[in-house]
Nanobody, 125 residues
């Protein structure tokens, strides 16, 4: 049983910053590729960013490139999403996800193996 617990969401004004954290338990963290999705009501889930398990390669959606940074600390079983220059359109529930072996293409379709409960980020104009 793999458990992912997100934290760090909140309410802030446009232009501000937040750092999301996700602590993973139940499986060797270093064996997992990690991803952050977001979901806006009425829209599809969007893969915002991911970081691979071995090489630490990263991916960012065009909508967040240059503003968001994903990182992982294998010693703490934690993945982070630093979000800067937040915009109202970033308002969403953000989900931490993990995969044992999914490719980026599979991840973009939402096919990650494990999901957290989500944390809400609200950005006011």
């Amino acid at each position: 049983q793999v458990t992912l617990v997100e934290s760090g969401g909140g309410f802030l004004q446009a232009g501000g910053s937040l750092k999301l954290s996700c602590v993973v338990s139940g499986r060797t963290f270093s064996s997992l590729t990690m991803g952050w999705f977001r979901h806006i009501t009425g829209q599809e889930y969007e893969l915002v960013s991911w970081i691979t398990r071995v090489t630490g390669d990263t991916y960012y959606a065009d909508s967040v490139k240059g503003r968001f940074t994903i990182s992982r600390d294998n010693a703490k079983n934690t993945v982070y999403l630093q979000m800067n220059n937040l915009k109202p359109e970033d308002t969403a529930v953000y989900y931490c996800t993990a995969s044992r072996s999914k490719t980026l293409a599979q991840a973009k379709s939402g096919a990650m193996d494990y999901w957290g409960a989500g944390t809400l980020v609200t950005v006011s104009p």
